[in-house]
């Protein structure tokens, strides 16, 4: 069993980044510039935003974390979103998923302006990706793909069982390793709550993506031998011997099922740091296409 070492790979990307970011400032252009948008004060989220920005600095990118409270109304939102969309020095933003209930998600995504959605959730880049017109990917798919191909991972004929649609991972990974393209051209089965015979399914599987967030929902009873694993879920689950009061468990039995696999995503340290490396990526494409 290989583990696939997102914290390692997602490093790399991260030089890589920097090292145009030193060729950027060299001729004197424009230094890329993410901004974040978060509103309340969900712990898991805060953190998430947080790494994000510390990536930028670690890059060399400009970076602004525009925090709102819980009681934020879907009108002050969209107008935060309106000064993002034209603040010429903002390359690309996010707005972090989940929002307070109170808040149309839908409305919100379709404000941001297409060209600066790094997390292509906007409809239109939605509908590019899925017509392979170049766009902006959703990073934890685009993290997904990018950590198969820098492993050789073979994606072609194969058979992939993707369990989740959530709009953010499994809908599209599994429109994306279907797709005529290098780690691609995959036999892909979406799976969700409503799937009869998952096990049944699961065990012809030789890729199986889990993007569920079910805390060790999958099994190594519901894996082939040499079955590759990507584990998409993060759950903190309470622990009082921790120092801070819970740990991290994905959606995979990692016990269980990496005595079965070829290759396996540890959580943390899998698809979590590759999907903000990407974020990156995704913001230097937006100074690129500028
Ligand atoms: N919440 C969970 N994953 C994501 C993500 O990739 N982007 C944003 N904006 N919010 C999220």
């Known amino acids: ?5 997102g914290k390692k790979t997602a490093a790399t990307i991260k030089e ?5 970011v030193e060729k950027i400032k060299k001729v004197g252009g424009k230094i890329p510039h993410l901004a974040a948008l978060l509103v ?16 930028c600095q670690k890059v060399g990118f400009n970076s602004t974390l525009i925090e709102l409270p ?10 935060e979103i309106e000064l993002l969309n034209r603040d010429t020095d ?16 839908q409305k919100v ?9 790094v997390d292509g959730f906007h409809p239109t880049n939605v509908g590019k990706m899925t017509l392979e017109i170049p766009t902006f990917l959703p990073a934890t798919p685009y993290g997904i793909i990018e950590l198969l191909e820098r492993y050789a991972i073979e994606t072609s004929g194969k058979n992939v069982v993707v369990i989740g649609r959530s709009h953010i991972v499994g809908r599209p990974i599994s429109i994306l390793l279907s797709q005529k393209r290098k780690t691609g051209n995959a036999t892909v089965t979406l799976c969700h709550s409503r799937t009869r015979n998952l096990k049944e399914l699961t065990l012809k599987a030789d890729i199986i993506v889990v993007a569920l967030g079910i805390a060790e929902f999958l099994k190594g009873d519901m ?16 622990d009082k011997s921790r120092k801070s009061g819970y740990r991290l468990a994905g959606d995979v039995d990692f016990e269980s099922v990496s005595k079965k696999a070829s290759y396996i995503t540890p959580v943390p340290g899998g698809v979590g740091p590759m999907t903000i490396a990407m974020l990156l990526k995704n913001t230097l494409l937006a100074v690129q296409n500028k």
Not at 16 to 20: F, K, L, P, Q, V
Not at 230 to 238: A, L, N, P, Q, Y
Request: aromatic share 4%.
């Open 223 to 238: 894996v082939k031998k040499g079955a590759v694993i990507i584990d998409v879920g993060i759950t903190r689950i309470k």
């Open 90 to 105: 903002i390359d690309g933003y996010i707005v972090q998923l989940p929002l307070p209930k109170h808040i149309d998600e």
């Open 40 to 55: 309340g004060a969900d712990g898991a989220s805060l953190t998430y935003v947080n790494s994000k920005v510390k990536a």
């Open 109 to 117: 995504l379709m404000a941001v302006d297409p060209h600066k959605d």
């Open 70 to 79: 819980d009681n934020t109304t879907e009108e002050q939102l969209l107008y």
């Open 16 to 20: 890589e980044i920097a090292i145009e």
């Open 1 to 5: 069993m290989i583990l696939l070492d």
